[in-house]
Nanobody, 121 residues
Framework: QVQVVESGGGLVQAGGTLNLSCTAS????????MGWYRQAPGKGREWVAGINSRGVPNLANSVKERFIISRDNAKNTVYLQINDLQPEDTAVYYCWVVAVTTAVDGMQDFWGQGTQVTVSS
């Protein structure tokens, strides 16, 4: 099985910067896309950013000016740098990993438990 663990959330003042990280571990044959979703209070889960195995990033239009996604393939780790944090960034941020667990299995989605980001104005 694959475990996905996020870290780096917390309480930050508006205008600040936060760095989230997420590592996938366990029975992994290969990791494809890694990325982040978020869910604000009372709202549905929203895709934020993704990055493929070649390191090509893709970000939602609403965050592309302030968020940076990167990854370390050797560590099966994806990072999300959030700059100029705004109160509307307050949400639980979930890591999303698309991985293959064995040479004969197809790709599967794996999720972390989420890390809370709270931005105070």
């Amino acid at each position: 099985q694959v475990q996905v663990v996020e870290s780096g959330g917390g309480l930050v003042q508006a205008g600040g910067t936060l760095n989230l990280s997420c590592t996938a571990s366990g029975t992994i044959y290969s990791v494809n896309t890694m990325g982040w979703y978020r869910q604000a209070p009372g709202k549905g889960r929203e895709w934020v950013a993704g990055i493929n195995s070649r390191g090509v990033p893709n970000l939602a239009n609403s965050v592309k000016e302030r968020f940076i996604i990167s990854r370390d393939n050797a560590k099966n780790t994806v990072y999300l740098q959030i700059n100029d944090l705004q109160p509307e960034d307050t949400a639980v941020y979930y890591c999303w990993v698309v991985a293959v667990t064995t040479a004969v299995d197809g790709m599967q989605d794996f999720w972390g438990q989420g890390t809370q980001v709270t931005v105070s104005s």
